[in-house]
């Protein structure tokens, strides 16, 4: 949620959402998408009826299962024999509209794609995707918004300050249509965990679907094998700080390798896994009071700052790496001449397969984060959903129709539907190998890019066709990671400063924070950086999320992992 | 004139040289690191001063499927029609308004430079454009910005500084302005109209705002926005298995968007150089 962070995509690009969202901010971490909800006032999700949660029955069977605690089902291979989620197309003609960002290239128009076509008739209706460059999607958001030329389903990534504004005006109130067991109309959508859409709300209302994504984003991915190297097999045997700082010189050779690279999506320093080592809080903590306190003032936070001081003064960082792009900074991964990263964990399976592309010697893994004095560090809930879509004002039958197609977008894994969305038309798009993986022809590549996925989706399946290793490797990450995973307190609340001020303030803080551990001034100046951060805004921000805290009944509704 | 010493031509030599190399070795990169395969880009960590490797694959991903090559095809297009059209009313405008006997004239004027100084903004000209029902049509690509203040001004100051002489002995033999203007103003402005044109063209060229704002169809894109695509995107270029490396792919795309106007300035650099004017009065 840094700043200007516009951070990509699938396949683990989280939050290129959140343009600026408040305090949190952080640029510093470039961290992802736990989320605000976004109410007029102070309010939580608690005062909203949720759809009930409904897991699907029948599907196939993962081989290794999904968790309570929010680890996602993995599968070896393709479901041999997908069921059709559909017995009959959910539509019976007309066109559902939709505007998404666009991550990729272009992908086949419409008329030349096979697989769009089938995705239409599977459906019953025209689908008709206005796809915007990521970078230029809110800018094209706010046009049509001006021009009063909504499609049906908008993809909603930053908040824009005025967003309670914007909901209420141009916006569906969707909670009489899925809050509580009229979810059970669509059978997909009741599959997302209530934990995930206890991000979708807005002044009291359901306004949003959300792109669920897997809990936590990680904690950074790191080259076991350099590890090896320097004497420690796994980053989980790693007893506290001290041993990490030697561990990272060891590893450092000036000019060859070095210990961590940064980019300047992540702020410049990979800071997340520090900061979780430290056990930094998930950008607020809740103490048993009631009170909140900004990671930015906690004790930890600070250890943190000054460990990674430290470690640049030991030169373990890779010079220049601070003003890199993220591609940069993987390829120094890949390659070998970084060992430590921040990236968000869905983005791993592309950092493994490429290392091994480049040395089959390599050992990327995913750093699970030890404590700073021994037992364990922590790990955010900060990838809950990827985006939300927000559906255009229309009366309760065009709506219907309009759940009904997100009730489609959003057919599980291993279900017929899934399989057209992602891979398209079998013999044109993609071709089975002998284990029924789906491989995409040269043709399916194009045709696949449609951003059909942005319109609603499941909760992710791990599914790395051909990789047990890396599949199980996800697996156990998140299993590990998610058991670490802490939540936001404030991640469903709304406060009103944070929107207008949240990105200036959060850049200040990682501005004087960048000083700090590149040595150019003492640790002592995070303390006026905080105490400015405070008297500009900071303070505010507090007193408007404890204020929604206690308006808002019952829990603090953040991103609790659900069944 | 004082000859050069030997010391002052090294050293200009050293200059010009430096300059060259600043100018040129960034090029040279752009260009071997589209020719790279991933294992040099890895290896060189981004880009890649000689590809050990050197293979086509970024090229292929880029033209796979044909959507760079039909957005080349529509900002051909939308340049040569854009241009063309961008000059004719540039021509015409800057041609009126350089006679001083137009009534209103400056006026005119005045509102053509009130939009140098104000934009108006993003939510207006999308607005405007939705109004004249130009959404979704090339035509919104050219019509807003058909003719450039600038430009207007460049050739109106031109037409003035031509000898009021010329419009005279033209008018003593009938003609009228359209014919002043073909016959007599523009044979003389080629020069000027050759830089215009070249403005409008790389504009035209490069423009990808206007596209992103009023095309939803993104086979009508022109290679500017698909190329932007590309670039800022980074990654899932070819979705998942990467047979060429982001950078290789984003350099080939920087590749194919300058050839086109790199093989067009040659031709037109000597009217930037050229004196125009000379001997036009004597004749």
Redesign the interface.
């Known amino acids: 949620m840094s700043g200007k962070n516009i951070v ?4 683990g ?1 989280r939050s290129f959402l959140w343009g600026g969202v408040g305090v949190a901010s952080l640029a510093l971490t470039g961290c992802g998408s736990s989320a605000k909800s976004t109410a007029g006032k102070a309010s939580s999700a608690a005062d909203v009826t949720l759809p009930t949660f409904v897991p699907l029955a029948g599907g196939a069977a993962p081989d290794l299962p999904a968790t309570a605690a929010g680890v996602p089902a993995a599968y070896y291979t393709y479901p041999a024999a997908p069921v059709a989620a559909y017995s009959a197309p959910p539509l019976s003609g007309g066109k559902i509209s939709a505007m998404t960002p ?11 794609n096979p697989a769009w076509q089938a995705v239409e008739k599977a459906l019953g209706a025209k689908v008709d995707i ?7 999607y809110d ?2 958001l ?2 049509t918004v ?2 009063d ?1 909504l499609p049906d389903i908008v993809v909603i990534t930053a908040d824009p300050a005025n967003l309670p504004g914007l909901l209420a005006a141009k916006f569906a109130d969707l909670t009489p249509l899925l809050g509580g067991d009229k979810a059970k109309q669509y059978p997909h959508l009741a599959a997302i965990p209530t934990a995930v859409w206890e991000q979708c709300t807005s002044a009291g209302k359901l306004y949003f679907i959300p792109i669920p994504r897997n809990i936590s984003a990680g904690s950074g991915f790191y080259r076991q094998d350099m590890f090896a190297a320097a004497g420690v097999n796994d980053c989980r045997d790693i007893k506290n700080a001290d041993d990490f700082l030697t561990l990272l010189k060891e590893i450092t050779v000036p000019g060859k390798q070095y210990g961590v690279a940064g980019s300047s999506g992540n702020g410049g320093f990979s800071a997340m896994p520090f900061l979780h080592i430290f056990g930094v809080p998930n950008m607020w903590r809740l103490d048993g009071g009631g009170n909140l306190t900004a990671h930015y003032e906690t004790d930890e936070y600070k250890a943190a700052v000054e460990f990674m001081a430290k470690v640049y003064k030991a030169g373990c960082y890779l010079p220049g790496s601070q003003g ?5 900074m993987e ?2 991964f ?2 070998g ?1 970084a060992a430590l990263i921040y990236d968000g964990l869905p983005g791993f399976g ?1 950092a493994y397969q ?1 290392a091994k ?2 040395s089959p010697a390599a050992a990327p893994a995913p750093f699970v984060p030890f404590g700073h004095a021994g037992g364990k560090g922590v790990t955010w809930k900060d990838n809950i959903y990827f985006a939300r879509v927000a559906l255009k004002k229309a009366d309760p039958a065009r709506l219907a129709d309009v759940l009904k197609a997100c009730d489609f977008f959003a057919s599980p894994f291993g279900t017929k539907e899934h399989m057209l969305l992602n891979f398209g038309v079998e013999g044109t798009d993609y071709t089975l190998d002998e284990n029924h993986n789906p491989v ?1 022809t ?2 399916g ?2 045709d ?2 449609v951003t059909f996925k942005y319109l609603s989706a499941p909760t992710q399946a791990q599914f790395y066709p051909g990789q047990k290793d890396l599949t199980d490797l996800m697996y156990k990450s998140y299993t590990d990671e998610i058991a670490l995973a802490v939540a936001d307190p404030t991640a469903s609340l709304y406060s009103p400063t944070a929107g207008k001020k949240g990105t200036a303030l959060g850049k200040a803080m990682s501005d004087a924070v960048a000083q700090i551990i590149t040595g150019q001034s003492s640790l002592s100046a995070l303390d006026s950086a905080v105490k400015t951060w405070r008297s500009n805004g900071g303070d505010q921000i507090r007193s408007e999320y404890q204020q929604a805290l206690q308006g808002g009944t019952a829990s603090t509704a953040s991103g609790t992992p659900t069944k | 004139m004082e000859r050069p010493s030997r010391l002052g031509t090294g050293a200009k030599a050293l200059v010009i040289a430096a300059v060259f190399v600043v100018v040129v070795y960034p090029l040279y990169v752009v260009l071997a690191t589209s020719f790279s395969s ?2 040099d ?3 060189a ?2 880009l890649v001063a000689w590809p050990a490797h050197p293979t086509l694959d970024a090229y292929r991903t880029v033209f ?4 760079v090559t039909r957005a080349l095809l529509v900002s051909f297009g939308v340049t040569l029609v854009g241009t063309l059209l961008s000059v004719a009313a540039t021509v015409g405008m800057a041609y009126g308004l350089s006679r001083r006997d137009l009534v209103g004239g400056r006026f005119i004027l005045l509102i053509a430079l009130f939009t140098m100084l104000f934009n108006p903004g ?2 207006p000209n ?2 405007t454009v ?1 109004q004249l029902g130009l ?1 979704g049509t090339y035509a919104a690509l050219v019509l807003p910005s058909l003719v450039s203040a600038f430009n207007l001004v460049v050739l109106r100051s031109f037409f003035m500084a031509l000898p009021g002489e010329l419009y005279e002995a033209a008018r003593l033999d009938g003609a009228g302005d359209f014919r002043i203007l073909t016959r007599v103003v523009l044979p003389l402005s080629k020069g000027v109209i050759a830089v215009v044109s070249l403005f409008y063209a790389v504009g035209y060229w490069n423009a990808f ?1 206007n596209a ?2 009023y095309l ?4 009508k ?1 022109p290679l500017a ?2 190329l ?3 670039v ?11 047979i060429a ?3 290789a792919i984003q350099m080939a795309v920087v590749v194919v968007s300058v050839v086109p106007i790199v093989l067009v300035y040659p031709f037109l650099q000597r009217y930037f150089t050229k004196g125009v004017l000379s001997g036009a009065v004597k004749g």
């Not at chain 2, 939803?216 to 086979?219: H, V």
């Not at chain 2, 800022?232 to 990467?242: F, H, K, L, Y």
């Open positions: 990509k995509a699938e396949l690009r666009l991550f990729t290239s272009p992908p086949s128009g419409h008329d030349a206005t796809m915007i460059v990521g970078d230029d800018t094209k706010s046009t001006a021009g030329s890199w792009t993220k591609n940069q390829d120094a890949q390659s001449k592309v490429q592309k480049i995409l040269a043709q590549k194009n696949t890019l | 991933e294992a880009v890895a290896k960590g981004g796979n499927g044909g959507i993003i939510i999308f607005l939705k959404l705002f992103m704002l939803d169809d993104n086979t894109w926005l698909v932007r695509s590309f800022t995107q980074g990654d899932a270029i070819s979705n998942g298995e990467g490396s982001t950078q």
